[in-house]
């Protein structure tokens, strides 16, 4: 049996539909819960007669809110035998999910890679190398070859992105800022940019780096080239690709080669390609800062995420927080942040190593509130920059991997509501006694051999992230990882301002992913009020919320 949602994701009173697969003796009577962390919302009785059944539960007012769903047998409400998640948004830019695609052939048509991507709750697509040329995008013929010998069928592309559509997902063609193949440079040799030595940039002896600069032809020919994307291709929105490098280049456009700043040029390019693209709806538009360059000065402007390409020195856990707290400083508002973080251990090394690195990554990367561009295609993981080079995951790791991307859907309140303050450094350790663990060595950071603890909060609500390190001999997040060494009965003791209401946590490591409630203690101290109370396990990753009470004490 399986069971999913129809679409990626609901909007605001919209009805919500479910899909139920069930290859069993018809028929069978299944009672179906939803809940709101750990509040039941909807639950009705379901007699299933055929292999797949639309479920509809209704319409959800909410503006922004994760729902969990459980599958039991009629017979035993205690135990659900299968663990679903939607959402439901007045905007799909409150949580953009990003995934990818990359295969277009004639016998890609119908891979499974799009319900793949719907039971992973993907909503933002990138059609990663789909175009004919980079600085012809669309194909002048049916079929063609991309720039690197890729394969290609337009009428594919065509059809995915209408199912894309179909399946409330927003497919965005991957348009790269920086590049021209070798024919347009000859015609355009005043468009590109020049090294200090006044040679052409060229990357991998394919792609000629033009000239981006404000006022430059270039520009204005990458405006043209991103509206035929999508009122000729039906693209929902742009992927503004980058290499990173170079930083600072030489225009030839007058006499005398003028030394260019990319990082002035970057944020009117998008503010621009926002001015002068346009589609039914407003486009979407992703920049990718790569290696987190220039994310301080693009990171505000006008495009509906802040993406970051993760590369090296952001190479450990640590770095991974830090990325997404300067993002969310930078961004000055409610924007969501991608890291595209490429997990080598599916790629090279012992891949029984693939899976706890991916877990591990993914839940550090959530708990601090950001998304992860991980999977695409059908079963399939980033290892690379070059998106088609992907690896497919097993069976089980598949299995694992959807897992956590409901857990994320189902607790998404907890993981991304804009409210949450980060205050991991600074309300533990030293004289900081808001939060403290009393029983297990705890890090702040994510350091090896220790349990990291990431701390948010808001008006009566704090949040404790664990991701489970102990067992770990470094802490690189793009290395393969050992199974983690669970640890049990971990203490902790937490300052509270007004009367705790109920304490609870979950976790996607276990067979059930609801919300349990903890019991607790209070007691009263020269320093205020505190509770104590203990969770009974760890394994890879648990997420604690205490809910207070607004009355004060």
Same mark, same amino acid.
């Given at each position: 049996?399986?069971?999913?949602? #129809?679409?990626?994701?609901?909007? &605001? ?47 959800? #007012? ?12 009629? =017979? ?40 793949? @991507? ?34 290609? #069928? ?40 020049? =090294? ?67 990082? =002035? ?47 090296? /020195? ?46 591990? @990554? ?20 980033? &290892? ?6 992907? &690896? ?126 903890? #019991? ?15 969770? /009974?396990?760890?394994?890879?990753? &648990? ?11």
């Amino acid at each position: 049996m399986d069971i999913y949602p #129809s679409k990626a994701q609901f909007s &605001t009173n919209e009805t919500v539909t479910l899909c139920l697969i069930c290859d069993d003796v018809l028929p069978i009577s299944v009672h179906i819960r939803v809940l709101l962390l750990s509040k039941t919302v909807w639950e009705q009785n379901i007699v299933l007669t055929e292999n797949k059944t639309t479920v509809s539960i209704g319409a959800f #007012s909410a503006t922004f809110a994760g729902y969990g769903v459980n599958v039991y047998q009629q =017979n035993d409400l205690e135990k659900p035998i299968l663990q679903t998640a939607f959402d439901v948004a007045e905007s799909p830019r409150k949580l953009l999910r990003y995934g990818f695609l990359s295969d277009f052939t004639e016998k890609d048509r119908d891979n499974g890679a799009l319900e793949w @991507l719907l039971k992973c709750h993907i909503n933002l697509v990138q059609f990663y190398d789909w175009s004919y040329r980079h600085d012809s995008l669309v194909a002048p013929q049916e079929d063609y070859h991309d720039m690197m010998g890729k394969e290609i #069928s337009g009428s594919t592309v065509k059809a995915k992105i209408a199912k894309a559509k179909a399946l409330g997902m927003h497919p965005t063609a991957y348009g790269a800022v920086y590049a021209a193949s070798e024919p347009f440079f000859e015609k355009h040799p005043t468009w590109a940019f020049y =090294n200090s030595c006044q040679e052409p940039f060229v990357f991998i002896d394919v792609f000629y780096i033009m000239n981006i600069a404000k006022g430059s032809p270039w520009r204005k020919h990458l405006f043209e080239e991103y509206q035929s994307a999508i009122s000729m291709m039906g693209f929902s929105g742009i992927h503004m690709d980058t290499y990173g490098f170079p930083k600072t280049a030489y225009s030839h456009l007058d006499a005398i080669p003028k030394k260019i700043k990319l990082e =002035n040029e970057l944020p009117t390019l998008i503010d621009e390609t926002r001015e002068n693209v346009h589609g039914e709806e407003e486009p979407y538009l992703i920049f990718n800062n790569v290696g987190a360059w220039p994310v301080q000065r693009t990171a505000d402007r006008k495009q509906d995420a802040v993406y970051i390409e993760v590369w090296p /020195p952001y190479d450990r856990y640590a770095s991974i927080a830090q990325l997404i707290r300067d993002a969310r400083t930078y961004a000055r508002d409610d924007k969501s942040i991608i890291l595209a973080a490429y997990l080598k251990p599916f790629r090279e090394g012992k891949r029984e190593k693939a899976l706890p690195a991916a877990k591990l @990554l993914m839940g550090s990367i959530v708990s601090n509130g950001a998304t992860h561009l991980l999977t695409g295609e059908n079963q399939t993981a980033l &290892t690379q920059g070059y998106y088609s080079d992907y &690896t497919k995951f097993s069976d089980s790791e598949a299995e694992a991997i959807r897992r956590y991307y409901d857990y994320m859907i189902r607790y998404e309140n907890l993981f991304f509501d804009p409210e949450l303050q980060d205050v991991t450094m600074t309300h533990t350790g030293w004289d900081n006694y808001e939060y403290q663990c009393t029983s297990h060595k705890v890090s702040s950071y994510g350091e090896a051999g220790k349990i990291w603890m990431i701390l948010r909060e808001k008006d009566y609500r704090k949040c404790i992230y664990l991701l489970n390190l102990c067992g770990q001999s470094e802490d690189y997040w793009n290395e393969g990882k050992e199974e983690p060494n669970i640890q049990k009965d971990i203490k902790f003791t937490v300052q509270v301002d007004t009367p705790v209401e109920k304490i609870c946590f979950s976790t996607p490591d276990e067979e059930n992913m609801d919300a349990i409630g903890l #019991s607790f203690t209070e007691r009263a101290t020269k320093t205020g009020k505190f509770i104590d109370f203990t969770v /009974p396990s760890l394994n890879y990753w &648990t997420t604690i919320w205490i809910d207070t009470r607004k009355e004060t004490i």
